[in-house]
């Protein structure tokens, strides 16, 4: 099985689904296309008609689009265990992850991922409100699991691993929030295979100039 995924240090999209399988030990194969370049489209056309990353190769299916790979590596790799197990439980967590997928357009289009700067970023209005929604999904949402972690519904799924994108932008541009999505942000953050997938972007060199936003904290 192979995951096409762009940049490490930019790519939030891939950031999910990459997580899920590494976090639960699926074996699969990295295939890094950069995200620079005039023939960008052209590249990922040959992986997906959508021409976008993430882009899951298994065997004969290709899927694209971040939730729907996530989805098909719940069923056929995970026996379900991405998801909460309680119906109203895994009714709310779609719910949370429906809302990243498809909303945060401020705080996506002004905060964008970069993983490895760290940057000062007046914060307007709009992604003011992001920030607010975010904080109150994970205050809210976060509990300990089995291990005294810190995961959305209380043990790690998809759920995390939407929100993984949103904690590396919070640590990027140092956003303040309570001291609750804090610990939830800390939490996942230590989480060895976010730890990896950052050590990965930091050994990258490319620089999408447009993804550079903000200036440098000391
Ligand atoms: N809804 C898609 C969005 C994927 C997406 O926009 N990916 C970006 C990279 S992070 C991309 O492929 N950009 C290429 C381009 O815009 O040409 C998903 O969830 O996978």
Redesign the pocket.
């Known amino acids: 099985m192979k995951l096409v995924i762009?940049n490490k240090n930019?790519?939030?999209?891939?950031l999910?689904p990459w997580l899920l399988l590494h976090a639960f030990g699926v074996p699969f194969e990295e295939c890094i296309e950069s995200?620079a370049g005039d023939d960008?489209?052209e590249r990922?056309l040959l992986h997906s008609d959508s021409?976008?990353?993430?882009v899951l190769v298994d065997q004969d299916l290709s899927v694209?689009?971040?939730?729907a790979i996530c989805e098909y590596l719940n069923e056929q790799y995970l026996s379900d265990r991405a998801w909460p197990q309680d119906a109203k439980q895994r009714a709310v967590a779609r719910a949370v992850v429906a809302e990243m997928?498809a909303g945060f357009a401020a705080l996506r289009q002004h905060l964008p991922m970069n993983c490895r700067a760290q940057r000062e970023i007046e914060i307007s209005p709009a992604v003011r409100r992001d920030i607010q929604r975010v904080d109150a999904i994970w205050s809210q949402y976060a509990r300990q699991d089995s291990q005294g972690d810190l995961r959305l519904f209380g043990s790690f799924g998809i759920a995390d691993c939407f929100f993984a994108p949103v904690v590396m932008r919070f640590v990027t541009y140092d956003v303040a929030i309570s001291d609750p999505a804090q610990a939830y942000l800390n939490s996942l953050l230590a989480h060895p295979s976010l730890q990896q997938w950052l050590a990965d972007a930091q050994q990258e060199t490319e620089i999408l100039p447009e993804e550079e936003v903000g200036t440098d904290r000391g």
């Open positions: 762009g930019y790519s939030s999209w891939s999910r995200l960008l489209t990922l021409a976008r990353v993430p694209w689009d971040s939730l997928h």
